[in-house]
């Protein structure tokens, strides 16, 4: 792998010479307390590791997977014509390894049986800078194994105090800090030296931590537990963790027509199995009736279900359900009462 | 296939919804080219009383009277759709609905009350068959212009079923609720609106009436952590929709 060096009083520059890969987009302010990936027009009002602006308010999934996506226009006379505006290549700058991982969950999901066309026409366009993090309280990518990333990524910058160690992932990354000239420079024993220091010290970091061994037979053991009705009780089924979610992909589809009552388009939109609609079929049936069937179906996706198809949970531990819950449910602290709760969760069965 | 005829009427209310069709500056040619709309009363005259395919209906029922004009388009409506707040959940009309009409009508107009035929107020479904409702205080317009064409398709609109909160979040939205510890309905509150106010920085205060299954019990446990008192919260949730089956009974003793 090669690695070359980026000195901090170079980022800016560096920003500024990626725009000829693609439009930039990194984390910047939205909003009065939040940050979002937006296409970047001033380098200096880039935030990278700056407190309290951690996490954007939606991951990289907006990018490929966008919240409402128009498919196709239809007309009886014309028939259906793709809606798909051709975009440009884009550049995503400052991603964390958390988000790195639930783009690789998105890409396996997308190139299933079915091959998602309308989500890797966009990825393929997107080129990912990550860039290593400092948790706060809410992040626990380390207890689910997502705080360190080997692919995914074009480029990854890691900290090292006066400047960064950049990891080139692929050939377009390789062409990026090659045609750089001397903003890169090469590293010495004392970089490496701090680098060494930053992955020991990473791991003790974590404020919050949680144990996932094990847990698919546990959920299993605690279906009938009385935790899901408690947490039925409490959720309102927004919809808000599963739109902040990174790995979260569940679409709806409608067709919309025109005021001919002839012509329309075809869009599909993030959709959400906290909703009631969602596992409602014709003639009113609802494999999910209850909202605390609803949460527990969600959570049992995340930790259990996904697992079983893919070997690993969906969850990527970047906290956002945790942070914008207007319930208050702390998602890790569910993991930690059924997982090791005994005197609270139980079966709801009598023992035989 | 002769056009659809529509009829687009009111009772008591601001007549904000009429005046949100009219505002479909851009679309009321195609509408007017769509539909033969022989009954409008805010936008034209010589308004016929003839058997409809749509009848749109704005306002609440307050008078007798009222009752017997909304039966009389209910008769002769193939379809009757509630448009607003007040058509659909009763609205800022039906907030003291429990409270005694009679002193209601003295504190208000004084002795000239007397001759006012008030009646307890009703949102249209508590006095005929209401097909579908398009939310809103007032009506978005783009719902509207979206219902007319799944209507003229022989659809049912798709509205949709989950609260503002998704739409909010779709929009990338900072939460006002969580983050700025504003009062919001969004948990509890239909989306349809594009969350027009919490895009702006303003609370929700619910005037697409409350979703399916809203969590009204959480919403009000929610409000009282963010310091609101218990009877803010009770107007706060009743203003526009005191007569929707979701929050009738919750504060009132009926």
């Known amino acids: 792998m090669k690695i070359v060096k980026l000195p901090k009083n170079k980022t800016n520059d560096f920003i500024e010479h990626l725009q000829s890969f693609g439009e930039v ?27 309290g602006f951690l996490r954007t308010i939606l991951p990289l999934k907006k990018y490929f997977h966008k919240p409402v996506d128009t498919l196709l226009k239809f007309s009886p006379k014309t028939g259906f014509e793709d809606a798909y505006e051709e975009e440009g290549n884009k550049v995503i700058f400052g991603v964390h390894s958390c988000d790195i991982h639930a783009i690789l969950s998105l890409d396996r999901v997308f190139s ?37 990333v080997e692919e995914g990524f074009d480029l990854f910058l890691s ?65 009938k537990s009385e935790i899901w009705e408690e947490m039925g009780n409490r959720c309102f089924n927004c919809g808000i963790c599963s739109m902040v979610c990174p790995t979260c992909f569940c679409f709806d589809v409608n067709d919309e027509v025109c005021l001919d009552g002839e012509t329309g388009e075809r869009k599909r939109c993030w959709d959400s199995c906290l909703f009631k609609s969602h596992a409602m079929v014709a003639g009113g049936h609802n494999f999910r009736e209850s909202r605390a069937d609803r949460f527990k179906h969600r959570f049992l996706h995340k930790h259990q279900a996904f697992m079983g198809d893919f070997g690993r949970p969906s969850c990527v531990g970047c906290g956002r359900c945790t942070q914008d819950c207007p319930a208050d449910i702390h998602f890790v602290g569910m993991v930690k009462r059924i997982k090791d709760d005994i005197t609270c969760v139980h079966s709801g069965e009598e023992e035989k | 296939m002769p056009k659809p005829k529509v009829g687009i009427f009111s009772l008591t209310c601001c007549e904000g919804c009429q005046l949100e069709i009219l505002n479909c500056e851009d679309e009321l040619l195609d509408i007017l080219g769509a539909i033969d709309l022989v009954s409008f009363g805010m936008a034209q005259s010589n308004n016929l009383d003839i058997d409809l395919d749509i009848a749109f209906v704005e306002g609440t029922v307050v008078q007798r009277s009222e009752v017997a004009i909304l039966k009389k388009i209910r008769d002769r409506s193939k379809l009757l759709v509630a448009i607003g707040a007040c058509a659909t959940n009763g609205g800022v009309a039906a907030i003291d609905y429990d ?156």
Do not use: W
């Open chain 1, 159 to 223: 900290d090292v105090g006066d400047g960064y160690l950049v990891k080139v992932g692929t050939s377009l990354g390789d062409d990026m800090v090659s045609s750089a000239g001397d903003m890169m420079t090469g590293y010495g024993d004392s970089d490496i030296n701090e680098y060494k220091r930053r992955i020991n010290e990473f791991p003790s970091l974590f404020k919050t931590k949680v144990d996932e061994a094990d847990l698919p037979a546990i959920l299993d053991m605690e279906y």
């Open chain 2, 99 to 254: 409270k005694d009409r009679e002193e209601l009508k003295r504190i208000v107009y004084g002795e000239a009350g007397d001759f006012i035929p008030s009646i307890t107020p009703a949102a249209l479904h508590e006095h005929v068959k209401v097909d579908f409702a398009l939310q809103g205080c007032p009506i978005e317009k783009h719902q509207f212009i979206n219902a007319i064409g799944y209507l003229l398709h022989g659809d049912l609109p798709l509205l949709p079923e989950y609260p503002v909160c998704t739409e909010c979040k779709r929009k990338e939205n900072e939460c006002v609720l969580v983050q700025h510890n504003i009062p919001c309905m969004g948990p509890i509150t239909s989306a349809g609106c594009d969350a027009r106010c919490p895009s702006h920085y303003l609370g929700c205060d619910g005037c697409f009436g409350p979703v399916d299954e809203a969590n009204v019990a959480m919403e009000y446990s929610i409000m009282k952590e963010k310091g609101m008192a218990d009877d803010e919260i009770s107007r706060m949730m009743q203003v526009f929709a005191a007569k929707s089956p979701i929050i009738k009974g919750q504060f009132k003793g009926d």
């Open chain 1, 112 to 148: 299933g049986k079915y091959v998602d066309t309308y989500y890797f026409r966009r990825r393929k366009k997107v080129a990912i800078i990550g860039i290593s993090c400092v948790p706060d309280d809410l992040c626990y990518c380390q207890s689910m194994g997502t705080s360190f």
């Open chain 1, 25 to 51: 987009h990194a984390p910047q302010k939205k909003g009065k307390k939040s940050c979002a990936f937006q296409p970047v027009t001033d380098p200096s009002k880039v935030l990278i590791g700056e407190e």
